[in-house]
């Protein structure tokens, strides 16, 4: 099993770029993709970027490319998002997934059904 653990939320100011992030524990092995979500008030969660482990392959939507960057550290087993240039629609709970898939590109582990969950950080920008 895999324990996924968010942080670096909270309030933040519009342009700001804080950073979250998600460390695994447990038998990570063999989920190959990591990514980050998010879910507004109201609406349906949304992938936001993907990133294939240790190849550092990735993936952004629309709504975040060239703003924010997902990038994972192997030996801390940890994934990170850089959020730059925060917009008030940015405002979510921020979730980090896990899946186990045979991909070997970001794109590919966007599309994969995450495995395991992290219970969700809230990201506020005002």
């Known amino acids: 099993h895999v324990q996924l653990v968010e942080s670096g939320g909270g309030s933040v100011q519009a342009g700001g770029s804080p950073k979250l992030s998600c460390t695994a524990s447990g038998a990570t092995r063999g989920h190959i993709c990591m990514a980050w979500f998010r879910q507004a008030p109201g609406k349906e969660r949304e992938g936001v970027a993907a990133?294939?482990?240790?190849?550092?392959?990735?993936f952004y939507a629309d709504s975040v490319k060239g703003r924010f960057t997902i990038s994972h550290d192997a030996a801390k087993n940890t994934v990170y998002l850089r959020m730059n240039s925060l917009k008030t629609e940015d405002t979510a709970i921020y979730y980090c997934?896990?899946?186990?898939?045979?991909?070997?590109?970001?794109?590919?582990?966007?599309?994969?059904?995450?495995?395991?969950w992290g219970q969700g950080t809230q990201v506020t920008v005002s």
């Open positions: 997934a896990a899946a186990r898939a045979s991909c070997v590109s970001g794109s590919c582990c966007a599309r994969a059904p995450p495995t395991y």
């Open positions: 990133i294939r482990r240790y190849s550092g392959t990735t």
